[in-house]
């Protein structure tokens, strides 16, 4: 829904509201027409109700929403001396209209001064989760998410088995679209396997089912920060069609709601405004050639023919802090190693069983098909690929046939325009045009494993509004599910130079902090 469907919306709510509770207002000494003001009417229910004015703020908090106005229902019935278990679930079963039999059948007394403090520990724990899940909902969509790394295609900088916690306020929270859906899960509900939100991906019902309406229109938090050249993102897959990891049709899209696709971290070599090639797997950028942060580690895959057959490619793998796997390809050994950093290559290629090491590289001109812009006219790879214009918002383009298959899917996906083509002729919107402007800003995401990543090279640019927040620390990480790096505990993801632990630090502080707050308590009970 647009922003005047979602106001419209509110306003019929508090219409329904207020037909439900104006006799329950009059009952705790307020005016009738108080149940109807907009907003008004929630400060006053929270007089009601003897609860803080700013849980009002918490009713207009999408996800955060759903949990507050379950637990309003159950506190609204209480303060007229419904509080049997029945009328905790009929309140909440009901989705609230059960106020519309306390308000016109029930003959019910306002409880004054009502004691909201639970009157049994199974009461006081079910208010503590509630309350605990409500704060984590606030933090983890507005503030700080954990995430995982589950692939490598940021080795070196990012590990398989790296916990994160990745800023949501550093470019700006955004508002979650989905206004119906589990808290603190992405698309699946852990354990039952199940959507964890309501909508309809069906392609014919996904613009006129009523739960589609129900989507937020995009609106983000201003940020402090810009998303820079080299910067790590976590965002939304554009493209997404990851119902299974090995099912990935780049130009399919199974119309998932944006704050639902699948999250991705990758390494932003492209900013709005750009010109970006890729040149024999590295990246230039309006001409020269993108230089990496110190901690990042650019790597490529490999064939490797040895002089003699003892060779343990294993071994060289640890020895030499090789990423990924490695195989036999023929039955000449020669061994193809997927993901070697420059750095491991200066000291492997001189290990003395190493006869020669060849770069798996895609030849100019040689078009992959699985690449952006998946247009026959671009013979492009992962290696050769570009030059393109990474759009930035306001800018304005010629757009003739030559170039639309790079800037299709910008228009028609991601800004929501009708495209035609007629004979030589290109319509927006129905009309005849050799421009476009774009209307927000878009990004180039790349793994540092080039060989060995599914990224923008695959599925094109990233739109803002799908961008999740920054990755800032490293809280614990695990190589396999026995081995801790311990010296990667508590570590920052940006900087330079080698990553410095404050795990240690971490510890003292939390013991100290115990041992006050020990010593607070002791002393109280003493005093």
Partial sequence: MTLMQWFIFILIIQVIHGLGTWKLYTKAGRQAWEAFAPIYNGVVLMKIINRPWWWIILLFLPIVNLIMLAIVWVETARSFGKNQKIDTVLAVATLGFYNYYLNYVADVTYVEDRNVNPKSSSGEWTSSILFAIVAATIVHTYFMQPFTIPSSSLEKSLLVGDFLFVSKFHYGARMPMTTVAAPMVHDTIPVLKKKSYLFSDDFTKRKTSLINKLQLPYLRFPGFEKIERNDIVVFNQPADTLRDMNDFHPD???YKPIDKKTNLVKRCVGVPGDSLEIRDGYVYINGQQNELPDRAKLQFSYYVQ??????SPEFLKKRYD???NFGIINQANTYYFSAISDEALAKFKNHPNVLSITPNKREKGNRDENIFPHDPNYNWNI?????LYIPEKGKTIDINLEVLPLYKRVITEYEHNTLEVKGNQILINGEVTDTY????????MMGDNRHNSIDARAWGFVPFDHVVGKPVFIWMSWDGLKNPRWERFFTTVGGSGKAT???I????ALFALIGFNKWRRRKKANS
Avoid at 306 to 311: A, E, S
Avoid at 383 to 387: A, E, R, S
């Fill in 252 to 254: 399919r899209n199974y």
């Fill in 306 to 311: 040895p002089k003699t057959n003892q060779f």
């Fill in 322 to 324: 090789i990423t990924d």
């Fill in 383 to 387: 290696d050769f690929f570009g030059p």
């Fill in 437 to 444: 402007t774009f209307k927000q800003n878009y990004y180039w």
């Fill in 501 to 503: 632990s404050y795990f």
């Fill in 505 to 508: 630090p971490f510890i003292v």
